[in-house]
């Protein structure tokens, strides 16, 4: 039989309950004599017969003593390349270009735009990375073999900048449609294409998103035909918003895998400054705007309905009480103002780096958009296949204008139903059998992770009379995060989850969402503290329980006590069997850390079982254990309701409360004894 035990009350002990860019630059770069010395190479090759190398794209690497010359057509002083450069073969209408990994940062003071380079191409590897050729060494990965970065230590023998000045590129004027039909052959060459504009759905967003390793934005020209134009988040210009008007865009055409996808250089590339197509002038500036509502009022407007077109034009005045930041929210936000608060649909991710960051005042025009029943809650966003859903970045921009203010958002102290919404502030402590949980489940160290979110019981007194639900994403970063035994405050979003989906919510459906890790702040001790609390949250499923205090003894067989997980709450115990141990006996001890009993104390926990075979659990105290010697010390049987046949399986039941009065004034041990075997009829599961 597995006996899983659980829970000491007062003494406490729960054991377990069953429930890409350069950050570095230089202002001045010196020369040594200013001396050059043209490359000890001439040119046998061209670009396109390094191309023919590989036909396919497959990586081959290069036998012949073939030496190539290009003009340089990338720059990474802005920070949209990174580790590389793009040579064409021509400083106007070339018929060919490469790229070259290297692995080296501020290329652009060796090999400037326009500069000649000479390049010996013997034993590099040639090849198709994503639809673009590719010139490099190889590596291994575990998707396989690809083309990666020379060395620093080998550029300077494989590459060489000539001595003369660099030379205007003229880049090859194509448009959109020419690119769809062909762009091959314009690939890693730099074109320019006039009479286009950023989309509608990118107008007064930023040309990438900082920190991330590249966002696409779409140009257009007039007749609808879009080409992707993918930004580093590590650009100097990351964070710039796109110019709004129309007009030619200088760039590097790319590929990855089907589509193209054009590289700037610097936002010098982008000369966005006639009219749009349509000749509108939009404006991303919301502050003539004035606001004639509140969340209160928009809320009220919905009355006994379940969505709602908003036609008056209203426009709320607002502040972002919580991001998608740490990952707990997920193309939401909230928002609130001195009314109260509301969840706001936005169907974009990364949302805090689009400007929905912590305190950022939005003016928000709301006519057209929708107010509606989501779980329960009242939320406000835009028509999705008749529901509620998310607002789109091609709707967001003509509705929602930052300020450009950070303020602070007020926090409520109010938990009811009423209140949903709002940043709230709650004081108490995680209940016993949550401590040392994790918040939720990442699963980040699965192959293929599967996150998991969970709900932790926060107690508002010791006695657990009242208290609400911690709800966390398995996605949030801080989901992996331990809950901390001690007492204090934690802060978030209160919101709710409408359990009977009848539509009302009650008082013990609410939740809090915390915006990250630092909203619990739990830094004092326990109400109520028990001497001794032990949940088992910080042991792993099926690896042996090695806690700190804590003696885990096999005194006969190989198992020991280990780690148990109930997915069904996200919450551990300890577990032992003998099942299919293939051992004659199994007897295992799982002993607890010592504890000076004072008058009154009391020791309670949960037990439960799973397919019984036998009577395998007893529990025991002992006021001589010396710490490791299990054999040699006086152990007394304590009298406690313990799982048995009778009881369902997997049903934890309480041990009842056991007064250690009589050990006043002693340090005691108690000890948790597993007897089995791996025989059929001696044991169980």
Partial sequence: MKKMIKHFNRLLILIGILSAASCSQKDKWETGNGDCQNPPYAANATISDLLAVSPTGEITQIEDDLIFEGYVVSSDEAGNYYTGIVLQDAPQNPTAGIYIALDKRNLYVDYPVGKKVIVRAKGLFIGKDRGVYKLGLTYDSGRGTGIGRIP???IDKRIFASCADPVEIQPTVVTIPQITANGDQYLNTLIQINEVQFSKGDLCSTYSLEGKSGVNKYIEDCSGNSLIMRNSGYARFATETVPAGKGSVTAVLGKYRNDYQIYIRSTDDVQFTGARCDGSQPTCDGSSLQANTTIADVKAALGNNQLMQITDDWILDAVVSASDKAGNFYRAVYIQDQSGGIKLNLYMRDLYLRGYHRGARLKINLKDLYVGVKGGEIQLGDLYHGNLGGISDAVDQDHIFFTGETVEPQVSEEI?????????????????????????????????????????????????SAGITVRTSGYANFADAHVRPGSGTLTGILSCYDANHDGTITDDELQIYLRDIYDANLSNMRMDSPYLLETFGLTEKGEDIDLRGWYNYNEAGTRKWSGGFYSGSNNHYAQMSAYRSGEAQNIAWLVSPPVAVHNGMKLSFQTAKAYWTHDALKVFISTDFNGFDVRSATWTELNCRIATDSDPNHAWIDSGDIDLTPYAGQTVYIAFRYKGSGEYHQTGT
């Fill in 152 to 154: 620093a230590s080998e």
């Fill in 416 to 464: 009811s139903v009423a209140n949903i919404g709002n940043l709230v502030r709650v004081s108490g402590q995680f209940a016993d059998r949550e401590v040392f949980e994790r918040f939720a489940y990442s699963d980040s160290q699965s192959p293929r992770p599967r996150p998991k979110a969970s709900n932790r019981y926060f107690e508002f007194d010791p006695q657990g």
